[in-house]
């Protein structure tokens, strides 16, 4: 368990819709270039608390937070940090594919960039193609960068909006049930880039798929009830775990 | 038993039948003032639209011939002005109902946008009148343009908040978990992919301001000649029609009956091309 420089680190998240408390003291931490999963059964609070990792949790209208969360060392949550900023460098892509309507394809993949200023052609022509590249989506859509987003197949616009997520260059990539809406090849596809992917980004994702937490991820985290109880090695919740709840979980005892 | 299942059944059928009857015969005689009134302005008026009808000013009392150029001109200077101010300020309208309006201030002011609707426009050429003529002490086409944007205003609110409502909210949160700020989400991500169907608002709302009377009668009044100047009064189609439908000269009712031709095409085409454009099956959603 190496836990000298991570990306990513969590303490002691808490996290309220209006007065109920939704989640409790969760710490996590991800080294670079790793895939961290969350699982556990649904309402746990597994979107709750990754919400609240690039604080799209505060959007709620009456939802607050507690706790800390480290980029790369500094707090998330210091007062003073504009959250715009910190959505630049930790991405999202979400349950359901939401590509922008009236936008086409190449636009939806840019318009981070654009409205972050950077509005020369070449470099918005260059990032579209380098995204859909690296999302697997470039031979698909190569002829049709003009048609509109919605008009791709369900597994196409994820993928469109994990080339969206990228285009703006995230260090840290959070993904909340990104297959759960797609067919199983199109899951296949996006468990495929994640591998490639993890080389540049960090990813946290969660997921109902128990095989595919274990096949995509490095380390796993359970939570239940708004809580996390275990957070060890993907290997070890599998084959090993240490809480009794883990191991019904994963054997399908409950959920 | 049996017979008085089916003649039950027989009942059940032809007050079925009666009451579709009832309801089909509603509608055709809801078309039939529609049609007879676009059938007798057609009659009326189609003799007199002519080349001179577009391009000549008014003729003097006692002379026949001249057309209702300046008129025609007029309308489409105070519908423009009417846009320029009522199109701005009431897409901002809808945009602050639909996205930031919470609490009772936006409350309030979507009641009162409801209340505009439904202001008689005799009364906001009053109003009109009061602010914006009495005070110069001179009718002017900058005077009937704002009484024709007060009436657009509220109705391209309503149609921009109604259309941003129907935006799922997942577009917003993607655009703000991009690191986009809100505003330039609202703007460029909500308003953006409803902006088709604003387009369609506006021109629906074009649609019932060119035909309007009442508040250019003491705001915009009359011209008989050219006018391009904000503060003078203009001519304009709807108070042309009036003033010469009520004149005693026969060959002033004829051009009287080609101005209302020429505006129910105006209105009639705007709208079916408004309905062509909502056809088009939409990406939006
Ligand atoms: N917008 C909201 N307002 C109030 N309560 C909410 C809201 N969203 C979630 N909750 C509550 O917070 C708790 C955690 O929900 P959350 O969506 O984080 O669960 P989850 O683990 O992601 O579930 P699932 O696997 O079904 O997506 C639940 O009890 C839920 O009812
Ligand atoms: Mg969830």
Redesign the interface.
């Known amino acids: 368990m190496t836990n000298l420089n991570p990306i990513l680190e969590a303490r002691q998240i808490n996290a309220w819709f209006g007065g109920t408390q939704a989640i409790r003291d969760i710490s996590i931490s991800a080294q670079p270039n790793t895939v961290t999963a969350l699982i556990g059964p649904s309402g746990c609070g597994k979107s709750t608390f990754i919400r609240c990792l690039n604080r799209m949790h505060e959007e709620v209208p009456g939802a607050s937070v507690k706790g800390q969360v480290l980029l790369s060392g500094s707090n998330i949550y210091d007062g003073g940090v504009d959250p715009v900023s910190v959505r630049r460098k930790i991405g999202m892509v979400f349950q359901k594919p939401n590509p922008f309507p009236a936008l086409s394809v190449a636009e939806n993949v840019a318009v981070g960039l654009r409205l972050a200023g950077i509005s020369k052609r070449s470099v918005l022509n260059e990032t579209v193609e380098k995204s859909l590249r690296q999302a697997a989506l470039w031979e698909e859509v190569k002829d049709k960068l003009r048609s509109p987003g919605t008009s791709l197949s369900g597994g196409q616009q994820q993928r469109l909006c994990i080339a969206r997520a990228l285009a703006v260059s995230p260090p840290v990539l959070l993904m909340d049930e990104p297959t759960s809406a797609l067919d199983p090849i199109s899951t296949a596809r996006i468990e495929e880039l994640l591998n490639e992917l993890k080389k540049q980004v960090t990813v946290v994702i969660v997921t109902h798929n128990m095989q595919q937490a274990a096949r995509i991820s490095d380390r796993t985290a359970f939570f239940l009830l708004g809580e996390m109880v275990e957070f060890d090695e993907t290997a070890t919740i599998f084959t090993n775990p240490k809480d009794r709840r883990t191991e019904h979980y994963i054997t399908g005892r409950f959920g | 038993m049996n017979e008085d299942l089916s003649l039950r059944d027989f009942r059940r059928k032809l007050i079925n039948w009666a009451m579709g009857a009832v309801l089909a015969l509603a509608a055709a005689l809801v078309l039939i003032p529609l049609l007879s009134v676009f059938a007798y302005v057609v009659k009326q008026g189609i003799s007199s639209v002519n080349w001179n009808f577009f391009t000549q000013l008014p003729k003097p009392v006692g002379e026949t011939g001249g057309g209702m150029a300046n008129a025609l001109l007029g309308t489409i200077e105070l519908v423009l002005l009417a846009m320029l101010v009522g199109v701005p300020w009431g897409v901002a309208t809808g945009v602050y109902l639909a996205e930031y309006g919470r609490g009772k201030f936006a409350r309030a002011l979507g009641f009162c946008v409801d209340l505009m609707t439904s202001v008689p426009s005799i009364v906001v050429g009053l109003f009109t009148y009061t602010i914006l003529v009495m005070p110069f002490k001179r009718f002017s086409a900058m005077a009937g343009g704002a009484s024709l944007a007060i009436i657009m205003i509220p109705i391209v609110a309503r149609t921009t908040e109604e259309l941003l409502k129907l935006?799922?909210n997942?577009?917003r949160?993607?655009?703000?978990?991009?690191?986009?700020?809100r505003w330039?989400v609202t703007l460029?991500?909500v308003l953006?992919?409803?902006?088709?169907g604003i387009i369609t608002g506006v021109m629906l709302a074009v649609a019932r301001v060119a035909g309007e009377t009442a508040p250019l009668l003491f705001t915009a009044f009359n011209n008989s000649y050219w006018s391009f100047k904000l503060d003078q009064p203009i001519a304009s189609l709807p108070i042309q029609i009036y003033n010469y439908a009520i004149s005693p000269f026969e060959d002033w009712h004829r051009q009287a009956w080609a101005g209302a031709l020429v505006l129910v095409c105006f209105v009639l085409v705007l709208n079916l091309s408004t309905r062509i454009l909502m056809r088009q099956p939409r990406?939006?959603?």
């Open positions: 935006v799922p997942h577009i949160e993607a655009g703000l978990a991009l690191g986009i700020p330039k460029w991500i953006r992919g409803s902006m088709s990406s939006t959603r």
